[in-house]
């Protein structure tokens, strides 16, 4: 499977954005998905994921109540809605995709990832 992230970009503290993750190939049927974030002289972190059937998200504890995750398994898209955007949210922002819980655990377990798409949010 072959992922491709989009929708990042430059927005002021506060706004939104929201990231798609689209599926192409072999296209994984069942996996779940997460997104995670990169920061500049950081690590990979998790950031949320989602089942295949959709009925399970996680999300770290930085982002609950202001991200949501979603798919549209129709589309083979999984989309990342930020809202309330902080500085420290700034990061390179990669899709993965997992057939394990997609609860931030079992790193190794991601089999397929996209390129990463730049999210910059200005103080």
């Known amino acids: 499977v072959q992922l491709q992230a989009s929708g990042g970009g430059l927005v002021q503290a506060g706004g939104s954005l929201r990231l798609s993750c689209a599926a192409s190939?072999?296209?994984?049927?069942?996996?779940?998905m997460a997104w995670f974030r990169q920061a500049p002289g950081k690590g990979r972190d998790f950031v949320a994921g989602?089942?295949?059937?959709?009925?399970?998200?996680y999300y770290a504890d930085s982002v609950k109540g202001r991200f949501t995750i979603s798919r549209d398994n129709a589309k083979n898209t999984v989309y990342l809605q930020m809202n309330s955007l902080k500085p420290e949210d700034t990061a390179v922002y990669y899709c993965?995709?997992?057939?394990?819980?997609?609860?931030?655990?079992?790193?190794?377990?991601?089999?397929?990832w996209g390129h990463g798409t730049q999210v910059t949010v200005s103080s």
């Open positions: 993965a995709a997992t057939p394990y819980e997609p609860d931030g655990s079992r790193i190794w377990g991601y089999n397929a």
């Open positions: 190939g072999s296209t994984g049927s069942g996996q779940a």
């Open positions: 989602i089942t295949w059937s959709g009925s399970s998200t």
